[in-house]
């Protein structure tokens, strides 16, 4: 297991004895393969992404970044290099924090909670192209 908070985002990971297939569930009946990872230097204001929530079973593609490269605190905890989004998606289980953010079916992040008060009306998300800055792996990609 590892996990880092901070710099590169909020982020955990769980090894395996096996290798873990690059899918990821775009709603509840729907699995996909991730073809390709969003370059973190190519998000920009404007973009229109999806998340899903796997506990809650939701998904919204209503959001659009408002930031590229936020910082904030929360729990007393300095996060840096996170995409901040123009609004709220009705996730809300603690459960889904990690799921997708994506567009069709490229990885561009993982479900964040909110940071400290002056953003707790957006959403953000660690940077899937970062990952390996923070925990030394990559996000599996068959392309």
């Known amino acids: 297991m590892g996990q880092h908070l901070g710099q590169w985002g909020d982020m955990e990971w769980h090894t395996t004895p096996v290798a873990e297939p690059d899918d ?5 009946c729907n699995i996909h393969d991730v073809s390709s990872i969003k370059p ?3 998000i920009a204001i404007g ?3 999806c998340s899903y929530g796997r506990t809650s079973e939701v998904r919204d593609c209503s959001l659009k970044v408002k930031n590229p490269s ?4 929360n729990n007393g905890v300095f ?22 953010w994506y567009f069709g079916n490229q990885a561009w992040g993982l479900i964040k909670s909110r940071c400290d008060p002056s953003f707790h009306n957006f959403e953000s998300f660690t940077v ?3 990952l390996d800055e923070a925990l030394g792996v990559r996000v599996a990609c068959g392309c």
């Open 70 to 73: 936020q910082s904030c605190t």
């Open 128 to 130: 899937a192209d970062l």
């Open 47 to 49: 973009n229109i992404l």
């Open 79 to 100: 996060y840096d290099r996170l995409v901040l989004m123009n609004g709220l998606t009705p996730i809300r289980s603690d459960g889904d924090s990690g799921g997708p």
């Open 24 to 28: 990821f569930y775009r709603d509840c």
């Open 40 to 42: 973190r230097g190519q």
